[in-house]
């Protein structure tokens, strides 16, 4: 069935590090991809998304792009900041999942000052 | 802007209560989703409807039942709390543009069960 796998946190990077945060998956066809941030105390909040292939999802800085040939989504950012703390979570949806989401187990985001 | 709005931020039940967990989107979308978030293991998908009386069971919806009487407002009940539902539960909603189902989430319910 469809998966996503993304690097364990938590991550701790120091204000305008360089973040990268892995997401490999695996799915039938060819599935959407998205990047959801839940804040401290918040729900989940969509960051970015690609729908095909060599698409570039941005937003707030943050990039991803959709390779098809390494069934990645990385996500990156080149200047992180405090109010970047947050959980971070990979997800896909397919033809096969229908209308769900299939998401990643989160990664925790610290940024220090 | 979608809103997805959740009836309770906290909420503090005893073994054996009935709990209901309350859900309601104003973007007319089809489906509805009820998921727990939990340290280490993500989310998890309890229960999902594609449409008004319709539901499905998700990956965990052991000790969980659902319903949707209208298509903005979908809960979800616990029959007979207990200690290991103890969670945050988050909504979630959506419809699809084109064929992308972008989910729209509430704020999330923080339950605790004693």
């Known amino acids: 069935g469809d998966s996503v796998t993304q690097m364990e946190g938590p991550v701790t990077l120091s204000e305008e590090a360089f973040l990268t945060i892995n997401c490999t998956y695996t799915a039938t066809g060819y599935p959407s991809l998205f990047w959801y941030v839940q804040y401290p105390g918040e729900g989940l909040q969509l960051l970015l998304k690609?729908?095909?292939?060599?698409d570039k999802g941005s937003n707030k800085g943050f990039e991803a792009t959709y390779r098809k040939e390494t069934t990645s989504f990385h996500l990156e950012k080149g200047s992180v900041q405090v109010s970047d703390s947050a959980v971070y979570f990979c997800a896909l949806s397919s033809y096969s999942s229908a209308s769900k989401i299939i998401f990643g187990s989160g990664t925790r985001l610290s940024i220090r000052p | 802007d979608v809103k997805v709005t959740q009836s309770s931020r906290y909420l503090v039940k005893r073994t054996g209560e009935k709990v209901f967990l309350e859900c309601v989107q104003d973007m007319d979308h089809e489906n509805m989703f009820w998921y727990r978030q939990d340290p280490g293991l993500g989310l998890r998908l309890i229960y999902f409807s594609y449409d008004v009386k319709m539901k499905e069971k998700g990956d965990i919806p052991e000790g969980y039942s659902v319903s949707r009487e209208k298509k903005e407002r979908f809960s979800l009940i616990l029959e007979s709390a207990s200690t290991n539902q103890t969670s945050m539960y988050l909504c979630a909603s959506s419809s699809p543009t084109g064929r992308i189902y972008e989910q729209y989430f509430g704020p999330g319910t923080r339950l605790t069960v004693t």
């Open positions: 690609a729908t095909k292939a060599d």
